[in-house]
Antibody, heavy 121, light 107 residues
């Protein structure tokens, strides 16, 4: 079955760079149409899509955050990595990774359990 | 950029029909998905391609998309349906977008 799990620091300081890893199983990012995205959610607020990487190593970013984000994959480890630079307290929230099948409908059919990141000095 | 707008909250009595709207410019030209999120849990896909239910989602959930508005309808709403609901679409310029979410209260 498909599973995804996020990992990374629970606490980062302002101005630091956040690095999160999504480790998945049950599918391969070498398979055509497979994609993994990162999505975040501040406490009590809405979901916000951050970035996506596909089977062909194409990368898509939230235009508002593009200058701060980098997404990459390590297919040998079944991992997708997100870095977010210049962290600020307003970036505090739960970060999810999720699978998407690029089929024109483009929705997230499997999600990780999320990892809470707090930005504080 | 492309935006999706949802009402912040909706209250229904058990057994009633809940209709949650999601508005966007010419939204009918895009495919809309819906996610249910209960407190402390990850979102769950409950509707995709406007009106298709993933396996395991009860038949009381249905969807539609016409004009500028997509709607998630829950018929015979149950207490277990109390949750936040988010719509989502793909736009060629903005890529993936979520609505602001609707908190459904069943009381």
């Amino acid at each position: 079955q498909v599973t995804l799990r996020e990992s990374g620091p629970a606490l980062v300081k302002p101005t630091q760079t956040l690095t999160l890893t999504c480790t998945f199983s049950g599918f391969s990012l070498n398979t055509r149409k497979m994609c993994v995205s990162w999505i975040r959610q501040p406490p009590g607020k809405a979901l916000e899509w951050l970035a996506l990487i596909n089977w062909d190593d194409d990368k898509y970013y939230n235009t508002s955050l593009k200058t701060r984000l980098t997404i990459s994959k390590d297919t040998s480890k079944n991992q997708v990595i997100l870095t977010m630079t210049n962290m600020d307290p307003v970036d505090t929230g739960t970060f999810y990774c999720a699978r998407m099948v690029w089929d024109g409908y483009n929705n997230f059919d499997y999600w990780g359990q999320g990892t809470l990141v707090t930005v504080s000095a | 950029s492309y935006d999706l707008t949802q009402p912040p909250s909706l209250s229904v009595s058990p057994g009633q029909t809940a209709s949650i709207s999601c508005s966007g410019d010419k939204l009918e030209e895009k495919y809309v998905s819906w996610y249910q999120q209960k407190p402390g849990q990850s979102p769950v896909l409950v509707m995709y391609q406007d009106m298709k239910r993933p396996s395991g989602i009860p038949e009381r959930f249905s969807g539609s998309n016409s004009g500028n508005t997509a709607t998630l309808t829950i018929s015979g709403t149950q207490a277990m349906d109390e949750a936040d609901y988010f719509c989502q679409a793909w736009d060629i310029r903005t890529y993936l977008i979520f609505g602001g979410g609707t908190r459904l209260t069943v009381l």
